[in-house]
């Protein structure tokens, strides 16, 4: 039954056209040498020189990626540690509550995560900047984290972790020599999913920032609320440019990572 | 001990930044506001003992809930809110299932590849794919000198900043939230059935609606509520492409935060805005339990 029908030929090229064609015109505009983003002028790589020289950009640019990686990062770990705690800790009291807080964030809208966070920056007196978006964005991408680790911790073979502890390992050798790189490939992809989370957040910046901080996604968002401008598009284009490679590497690692499990098992049965 | 530092940690840590702050929020919608810093009154005062907290809870009241119940704007923008969800909801599954039906249906060395030309755009930043139909439905845009272009129109259609800009800006950003679980219920789907009833005398066109709707129900079911409930509460869509008349409650919320500075009145809307997502909350993680449950 798996035809491609001129129905079906329609309908992707249809969709995935959709899908991709304003991105497409962006990334094109962005090399217009007219100041009218609408009319075309040329082709130029002016805007990309004015946006390298734009300071404030740079900086929040810069703010940005410091918020993104530390805040991914103390999130990978909590994450970690909660889908574990989910799936391997058995009961304890105050699971359901503890479960309920994993998945809440995750359907909780963006404005109230982020106006509830700065009431409780602004009740204990911690003035906002990098430090209060690096603790909002943690907490809201540590839930993601542990959704992405919990799945690939209740679908693996828990009889490994045991005959290694069987064989004189303690629990913490056999997490970090046989858990540990059975969910590697989980544990990066929810550090790669918290760090974008991170670099895209609007709301959640914009409520838990100071005057001493700003992110790149609050740069941008005070500038086209004034209309479409070239800079934005160039800065869009390498935003762009940047997701599409790291995800397609990605993808290709991780395909490279199975390949190899897949062998390692094979070779594994056969001896 | 180890378990329990394992626990404690992200435990406390949830607790700290993520209950609290609601309980807060929860505090003060029932506080009046205030000229002060913080601006509302009472603040609870732990140093006088018993009478600070007695003070604290005799100075809480509803006023804030009965404030947004006799103010047109509030229930209105909730309603808003939840017609313009739902009618993006239905125009994204339109859009989103002939797209999955056509990937379940490709050959499949090509799926890997449709997939991942799926998944691509939600890795790409959700402010820049809707800032990229700014440029396209604005009155000078380049659908207007497409359309003019073409002679189609001689006036410029008024699209940006309009409610049909916010349904554009909705479908496209959430179109693979639609998309993906459709197309893993399409994938499952038995090519064999299809082919029974076709032997059996029904049109392509029956045997559409009679088995594929059917059994892609749960991917329908799921890829509504994914669409649905984020988009009640979205403030970046309706900011940036709808207009001076669209109304939906996170951009309320906002406005009453950063403009208005009434945190009571702001916090009172969010906590009737979670009150309403919970029902879609608890509707999709049921169909979700018993889709599980029928799997396993």
Same mark, same amino acid.
């Given at each position: 039954m798996r035809r491609l029908t001129w129905f079906n030929a329609t309908s992707l090229t249809l969709g995935f056209a959709f899908l991709y064609l304003p991105m497409v015109i962006l990334i094109v505009y962005s090399f217009n040498a007219s100041e009218l983003v609408t009319v075309w002028a040329g082709f130029s790589t002016r805007w990309y020189g004015e946006l390298l020289q734009n300071e404030a950009f740079l900086d929040a640019a810069w703010v940005t990626l410091q918020v993104a990686v530390v805040s991914s990062t103390i999130a990978t770990v909590l994450g970690t540690m909660a889908a574990y705690v989910l799936v391997r800790a058995g009961r304890f009291a105050g699971r359901t509550l503890f479960s309920g807080m994993i998945y809440a964030p995750l359907v909780m809208p963006e404005v109230i995560t982020g106006l509830s966070l700065l009431l409780l920056f602004i009740g204990i007196g911690l003035d906002r900047g990098v430090l209060t978006i690096i603790l909002a964005h943690t907490t809201f991408s540590m839930c993601y984290v542990s959704v992405v680790v919990s799945s690939r911790l209740i679908s693996f073979d828990r009889s490994q972790e045991e005959s290694a502890l069987d064989l004189g390992c303690t629990a913490a050798e056999a997490f970090r020599l046989v858990t540990l790189p059975i969910i590697a490939p989980a544990v990066i992809s929810g550090w790669l999913l918290a760090f974008t989370l991170s670099l895209d957040d609007l709301v959640i910046a914009s409520f838990t920032a100071g005057p001493s901080a700003t992110t790149l996604p609050i740069k941008i968002w005070s500038s086209i609320r004034l209309g479409v401008s070239p800079e934005i598009n160039a800065l869009s284009t390498l935003l762009i440019a940047v997701v599409t490679v790291g995800v397609v590497t990605a993808s290709l690692v991780s395909k490279r990572a199975t390949l190899r499990q897949q062998a390692d098992e094979q070779a594994a049965q056969r001896a | 001990m180890r378990r329990a530092t394992l626990i404690l940690v992200p435990y406390l840590w949830l607790l700290a930044l993520f209950l609290v702050p609601f309980l807060i929020v929860l505090k003060i919608s029932l506080s009046d506001i205030a000229l002060a810093i913080p601006p509302y009154t009472p603040t609870l005062d732990l140093t006088e003992g018993w009478k600070g907290i007695t003070a604290f809870l005799s100075g809480l009241d509803f006023e804030n809930f009965v404030f947004l119940t006799t103010d047109d704007l509030y229930w209105k923008a909730y309603l808003s809110s939840l017609q313009i969800a739902a009618i993006a909801t239905f125009l994204t599954l339109c859009v989103g299932y002939p797209i999955a039906y056509g990937m379940a249906n490709a050959p499949d060395h090509w799926r890997p590849t449709l997939m991942m030309l799926v998944i691509l755009p939600f890795w790409t930043s959700f402010l820049i794919r809707v800032y990229s139909w700014m440029g396209i439905l604005s009155t000078e845009g380049y659908l207007n000198q497409l359309l003019i272009g073409l002679g189609l129109i001689s006036d410029p259609l008024t699209i940006l900043n309009t409610n049909t800009a916010v349904y554009i800006g909705i479908v496209y950003t959430y179109l693979p939230f639609m998309i993906l679980p459709i197309y893993s219920a399409l994938e499952r789907l038995d090519g064999a059935l299809l082919e029974a009833a076709e032997d059996l005398g029904c049109s392509r066109i029956t045997a559409f609606w009679l088995i594929t709707v059917p059994l892609s129900k749960n991917g329908i079911i799921a890829g509504c509520f994914l669409v649905f409930i984020p988009t009640i509460g979205e403030f970046v869509i309706p900011s940036l492409l709808g207009g001076s008349r669209t109304l939906m409650i996170g951009k309320v919320l906002w406005e009453e935060f950063? @403009? @208005?500075?009434?945190w009571p009145v702001a916090s009172a809307v969010a906590v009737v805005l979670l009150l309403i997502l919970i029902i879609p909350i608890v509707l999709f993680q049921r169909n979700q339990q018993k889709q599980r449950e029928a799997e396993g």
């Open positions: - | 950063f @403009n @208005n500075r009434d």
